[in-house]
């Protein structure tokens, strides 16, 4: 049995709570690190697309966009605000002003590829930071090939891999597992197998479970 605690994340690219969820996880993971026998934790993310049907090169505001699914345009302002603030809260600068809209398929493709080369967590990470805070387009191969050159990944293998749809195939087996695990929403975060925590929930809740499954290993290996 391996020591490290295993934590699977399901999530979009387009999801600002998967992002904030993002910055409240690793939080937490800092601080039960801190504590004795604090174990190593590894994390795997998945594919879930929000929103499959996005076109690529959607060019309207954010409030177009929201208020296309179907929310009242009176409504988007206060929530945009409400997110922007919680995002401010764990350090994040969200800019819904220079927002693109993407469809993600080719993102999430993106990461599976820097997945198989030790970068999963980086790709991650710049897609986030670039479609929330700095306005980059994410949807398209020349896009998402400049950011992937930024986290080190070769630029003409890259348009290779999405050019031909390489990693879609794990894409879809991702959502297919979220569909069999019941997943409806993201950001959702399965540790070691059993235990699930839907939504970005504080930093103190995930070091709280994390004890957890600390405390039952050190039983099973005692």
């Not at 934590?7 to 039960?32: F, H, M, Q, T, V």
């Not at 994040?92 to 999430?108: F, K, S």
Request: glycine share 10%; proline share 3%; charged share 25%.
């Amino acid at each position: 049995m391996s020591d490290a605690i295993k934590i699977d994340i399901w999530s979009d690219i387009a999801c600002p709570w998967c992002y904030i969820g993002k910055r409240k996880l690793e939080n937490g993971i800092a601080s039960y690190g801190e504590e004795d026998g604090a174990l190593p934790v590894e994390i795997e993310y998945h594919s879930f697309e929000l929103s499959p049907d996005t076109p690529v090169d959607f060019h309207g505001t954010h409030e177009d966009f929201l208020e296309s699914k179907g929310f009242p345009r009176e409504q988007i302002g206060p929530m945009l605000e409400r997110v922007t603030g919680i995002a401010a809260s764990v350090g994040l600068d969200y800019d819904y002003d220079h927002l693109q809209h993407a469809n993600t398929v080719l993102a999430h493709q993106l990461i599976h590829y820097a997945k198989a080369r030790g970068l999963q967590l980086e790709a991650k990470e710049r897609l986030l930071k670039a479609y929330f805070v700095e306005g980059r387009q994410v949807g398209t191969i020349e896009g998402l090939a400049d950011l992937a050159v930024e986290i080190g990944l070769d630029r003409d293998d890259v348009v290779r891999s999405l050019s031909s749809d390489e990693y879609l195939a794990a894409v879809r087996a991702d959502q297919q597992t979220a569909v069999a695990y019941g997943i409806q929403g993201v950001p959702f975060f399965v540790i070691e197998g059993k235990y699930g925590v839907s939504g970005a929930q504080d930093a103190s809740t995930f070091a709280q479970v994390l004890r957890q499954v600390t405390d039952e290993k050190t039983e099973v290996g005692a």
